[in-house]
C-alpha cells in the first residue's frame, strides 16, 4: 500500500548523528511524536520522510521537515522540536547571498554574528526569546513569527556591517513594532470571538 506522503531532506552528513542520537533515541523519539519513519542514509545525508498514513495534523509533514533542516542547520533535536509546535518557525538564512562564496568573508560575518564569547548571538537571543544557530554558510533562527522577525533585523542589520549598536537598536525598534501588532491582532480576535457569543 502506498504511503499518504513522502519526500526527502538533505542534511550535511557530519548532522546525520545528531539526527539518529546516542542507540537512535532522537530518531525514534521524532517518529513517536509525529507518526512518520524516518529512513536516513549516513553516507548522503538523505532523510526520507514517509508518513504511512494521514497525520492528525494536516501540517505535520511540514513541521517535520522544518524539524529535520533545523537539525541540519546546527540546533540540537530539543530546540528543534519547537517546530512542532503551530506558533514556531524556522528562518534559514544563507549567507552567501551577502558576501559570496569567500570563505574568509564567510568567516568574518559568522564572527560578527556570535559576537566575542559569543555575546551577540546570545544578546539577540534573550531579547528575542529566540534560538539562534550559525552553522556553515547559514544562520537559522527558531521562534514565534513574532520573535523572529525582530532577531532576523538585527541578524541581517549585521550581516551587512552595521555596527552592533545599531543593529540593536533596529531590533528593539522592531520589537516594539511586534508586540504591538501582536497586541492588536488579540484584541481583534477577543472582539471576533464576543460578537460570535453575542
Given at each position: 500500500?502506498?504511503?499518504?506522503?513522502?519526500?526527502?531532506?538533505r542534511?550535511?552528513?557530519?548532522?546525520?548523528?545528531?539526527?539518529?542520537?546516542?542507540?537512535?533515541?532522537?530518531k525514534?523519539?521524532?517518529?513517536?511524536?509525529?507518526?512518520?519513519r524516518?529512513?536516513v542514509?549516513?553516507?548522503?545525508?538523505?532523510?526520507?520522510?514517509?508518513f504511512?498514513e494521514?497525520?492528525?495534523?494536516?501540517?505535520?509533514?511540514?513541521?517535520?521537515?522544518?524539524?529535520?533542516?533545523a537539525?541540519?542547520?546546527?540546533?540540537?533535536?530539543?530546540?528543534?522540536?519547537?517546530?512542532?509546535?503551530d506558533?514556531?518557525?524556522?528562518?534559514?538564512?544563507?549567507?552567501r547571498?551577502?558576501?559570496?562564496?569567500?570563505?574568509?568573508a564567510?568567516?568574518?560575518?559568522?564572527?560578527?554574528?556570535?559576537?566575542?564569547g559569543?555575546?551577540?548571538?546570545?544578546?539577540?537571543?534573550?531579547?528575542?526569546?529566540?534560538?539562534i544557530?550559525?552553522?556553515?554558510?547559514?544562520?537559522?533562527?527558531?521562534?514565534?513569527?513574532?520573535d523572529?522577525?525582530?532577531?532576523?533585523?538585527?541578524?541581517?542589520?549585521?550581516?551587512?556591517?552595521?555596527?552592533?549598536?545599531?543593529?540593536?537598536?533596529?531590533?528593539?525598534?522592531?520589537?516594539?513594532?511586534?508586540r504591538?501588532?501582536?497586541?492588536?491582532?488579540?484584541?481583534l480576535?477577543?472582539?471576533?470571538?464576543?460578537?460570535?457569543?453575542?
Amino acid at each position: 500500500m502506498p504511503a499518504f506522503y513522502e519526500t526527502t531532506v538533505r542534511i550535511p552528513k557530519e548532522r546525520v548523528g545528531v539526527l539518529i542520537g546516542t542507540k537512535g533515541r532522537v530518531k525514534r523519539r521524532i517518529e513517536e511524536e509525529t507518526g512518520a519513519r524516518l529512513i536516513v542514509d549516513s553516507g548522503t545525508g538523505e532523510v526520507r520522510i514517509v508518513f504511512p498514513e494521514r497525520p492528525r495534523d494536516p501540517l505535520m509533514p511540514m513541521k517535520l521537515e522544518s524539524v529535520i533542516r533545523a537539525i541540519g542547520r546546527g540546533f540540537s533535536p530539543e530546540k528543534a522540536l519547537k517546530l512542532l509546535n503551530d506558533e514556531y518557525m524556522l528562518e534559514i538564512i544563507d549567507l552567501r547571498r551577502f558576501v559570496g562564496d569567500s570563505k574568509n568573508a564567510l568567516r568574518r560575518v559568522r564572527g560578527r554574528l556570535i559576537g566575542a564569547g559569543g555575546k551577540a548571538r546570545t544578546y539577540i537571543e534573550r531579547r528575542t526569546g529566540t534560538d539562534i544557530s550559525v552553522y556553515g554558510h547559514t544562520v537559522s533562527i527558531i521562534g514565534r513569527h513574532y520573535d523572529v522577525l525582530p532577531a532576523k533585523e538585527a541578524i541581517i542589520a549585521l550581516i551587512e556591517g552595521a555596527r552592533h549598536s545599531t543593529a540593536y537598536r533596529r531590533m528593539e525598534k522592531k520589537i516594539a513594532e511586534m508586540r504591538e501588532r501582536e497586541a492588536m491582532e488579540e484584541l481583534l480576535a477577543l472582539r471576533e470571538r464576543r460578537s460570535e457569543e453575542a
